[in-house]
C-alpha cells in the first residue's frame, strides 16, 4: 500500500489556523473582487437567491446576461409566481440543468403563498423551499441578511482542502472533518465577507486544473505547496462529456419548446435530434420531469 504524500486529511491543526488565513485572504479579496451586480449593496434577496441557483454548475460569464435579463422580467417572487413554469424554462434559456428554473418557480410561489412575497432569511426557511440546498440556504441566508453560516462550495471546499489540509482536491462529498475546519475559520464578525472571499479565491487563483499559485495570498502558508503539491491519489477526476449524451439531446428538444411559443407536432421533435431511441428516451424524461407536457392531441409544450 503506498503511503499518502503531505498531510493526511485528519492532519490539520484548528487552533491558530484562522488568523493566519484570514487576514491575507480578506486583503486579497478587498483588492481584487469581481464587481458582481448580486454583490452590490442594492442586491435584492430575491436576485441574490436566484444568483446562487443559476451559479450551481454554471460560469458566471454565462450567467451575467440571464440573471440580468430574470431580473428585467421578474424583479419579485411575485412577479415570477404570476407566470406559468413554463416561461420560467423558456426564460432560462440555455444555461443547462433547466430544472433549477422549474425549482425558481416553485420557490417563488412558496415564497408567496407562505412568506407574504419576501425571501425568508432564517436558513432553516430557505432551506425549506424547493430545490434549495445546504449551501443555497447558507449562502443567501449569509450574502442577503448577514447571517453568519458555513458556506461550502466547490470553490470554498478546494481552498480549504489546499491551504489546511494539504490535498489537491476534497472529497467528493463534504465530510464532518471539513465542516469542522469550515466552521473553525468563521470570523465572529462579518463572516458573510469572509465567504464570499475564500469562494472568489478559489474562482479566479486556486482553480481545479491549473492553480494560480504565483498569485495566492496565502502561498507561504499553504499546506498544500509547503508539503510540495502533491498530486491527487484518489479516483481519477474526468470532466463531464457533454457532445452526443442525453443532456444535449434533452437541450435540443427543449430548445424546440421554448421556441415555439405554443404546441409542438412530435415531428419537429423528432427532426432535431437523429437516435430515435435516445431520442424518445430524453422526450419521455422531460415529461417526467415537469419540463414538458404532452397534449391529448399528441403535441408537446412546456409546462402550463
Not at 454554471?58 to 412577479?79: F, I, Y
Request: aromatic share 6%; charged share 25%; glycine share 8%.
Amino acid at each position: 500500500m503506498t503511503a499518502r504524500r503531505g498531510p493526511t486529511r485528519h492532519s490539520f491543526k484548528l487552533p491558530g489556523v484562522s488568523l493566519s488565513l484570514r487576514e491575507p485572504i480578506l486583503n486579497w479579496y478587498a483588492e481584487k473582487a469581481r464587481d458582481l451586480p448580486w454583490r452590490r449593496p442594492d442586491a435584492t434577496s430575491w436576485g441574490i437567491l436566484v444568483s446562487e441557483i443559476m451559479l450551481q454548475q454554471t460560469p458566471v460569464a454565462r450567467v451575467l446576461p440571464a440573471w440580468e435579463a430574470w431580473l428585467r422580467r421578474w424583479p419579485t417572487p411575485a412577479d415570477l409566481a404570476a407566470e406559468p413554469p413554463g416561461e420560467a424554462v423558456r426564460q432560462w434559456g440555455r444555461l443547462g440543468y433547466p430544472r433549477r428554473a422549474l425549482n425558481l418557480h416553485a420557490c417563488a410561489r412558496r415564497i408567496v403563498a407562505e412568506h407574504g412575497g419576501e425571501v425568508p432569511s432564517r436558513y432553516e426557511e430557505l432551506r425549506a423551499l424547493p430545490g434549495v440546498g445546504d449551501y443555497t440556504a447558507a449562502a443567501v441566508a449569509s450574502f442577503a441578511f448577514g447571517g453568519r453560516h458555513v458556506v461550502l462550495d466547490t470553490n470554498v471546499r478546494r481552498v480549504l482542502a489546499r491551504a489546511v489540509q494539504g490535498v489537491r482536491y476534497p472529497a467528493r462529498a463534504t465530510t464532518a472533518a471539513e465542516r469542522r475546519i469550515a466552521e473553525s475559520l468563521l470570523p465572529a464578525v462579518d463572516a458573510p465577507r469572509w465567504a464570499v472571499a475564500v469562494m472568489e479565491l478559489g474562482a479566479l487563483v486556486c482553480t481545479a486544473r491549473s492553480p494560480r499559485c504565483a498569485d495566492c495570498p496565502i502561498i507561504d502558508r499553504c499546506a498544500w505547496r509547503l508539503a510540495g503539491c502533491p498530486d491527487h491519489d484518489g479516483p481519477p477526476r474526468r470532466g463531464q462529456a457533454y457532445a452526443g449524451t442525453d443532456r444535449q439531446c434533452r437541450g435540443r428538444l427543449l430548445a424546440v419548446l421554448r421556441q415555439a411559443h405554443g404546441p409542438v407536432p412530435k415531428a419537429a421533435l423528432d427532426a432535431a435530434w437523429d437516435d430515435p431511441v435516445q431520442r424518445e428516451r430524453a422526450l419521455d424524461g422531460l415529461v417526467a420531469d415537469g419540463l414538458a407536457e404532452v397534449l391529448e392531441d399528441g403535441t408537446y409544450r412546456l409546462p402550463g
